[in-house]
């Protein structure tokens, strides 16, 4: 199924503080049916008011912390979208809190293909990091922060890839049956 099939009449809440993001969000989410927000009160209201399939989440300007906090209490698949706050640190941070990406602003262009991955992930009931380590490997970020990017936090990369594979596995195993 391609992405656009997947996500056709999908409810997604796009969250920026930048009025361009949003446009350029909304073009390419054409066949979902999209609402806005550029505040975080704002998307507060929107998630606690409206139910919504996947909420895109801006992390700085708009505490996208604290929207993935509400998206996840509300089921509500969260997909972290970000310029400013594109570091290690934030990655592990989102990937802890429970979003199901975590995309730099310089692959919107490609963001129906990453929320179909997530997607697909959701219905197959495998890990949505998994296609995402894939279209983002580690050279990706290597070039950005350096080949020595995970080493500050060792032992949870270790733990992240093993529970990729792990249930990769568990889930291969279950078709088999």
Not at 26 to 53: G, I, N, P
Not at 121 to 129: R, V
Not at 157 to 175: L, M, N, Y
Request: charged content about 35%; some cysteine.
């Amino acid at each position: 199924m391609s992405e656009s099939a997947r996500l056709k009449g999908k409810k997604i809440l796009i969250v920026d503080d930048e009025s361009d993001i949003l446009d350029i969000l909304e073009e390419l989410l054409e066949m979902c049916e999209v609402a806005r927000a550029s505040t975080f009160e704002e998307a507060k209201q929107l998630m606690e008011s409206q139910k919504f399939d996947i909420a895109i989440l801006d992390i700085m300007g708009v505490d996208g912390y604290g929207l993935l906090d509400i998206a996840n209490r509300k089921k509500i698949i969260p997909i972290m979208l970000t310029a400013h706050a594109f570091s290690p640190r934030n990655l592990v941070r989102s990937i802890k809190e429970g979003a199901h990406s975590y995309l730099p602003k310089e692959e919107i262009s490609n963001i129906t293909t990453f929320l179909g991955d997530v997607l697909e992930a959701k219905e197959k009931g495998k890990n949505p990091w998994g296609s995402w380590q894939e279209r983002l490997p580690t050279s990706y970020f290597e070039r950005r922060w350096g080949a020595a990017w995970q080493d500050a936090d060792k032992d949870f990369w270790d733990k992240f890839r093993a529970g990729i594979k792990e249930r990769t596995k568990r889930k291969a195993v279950q078709s088999e049956d």
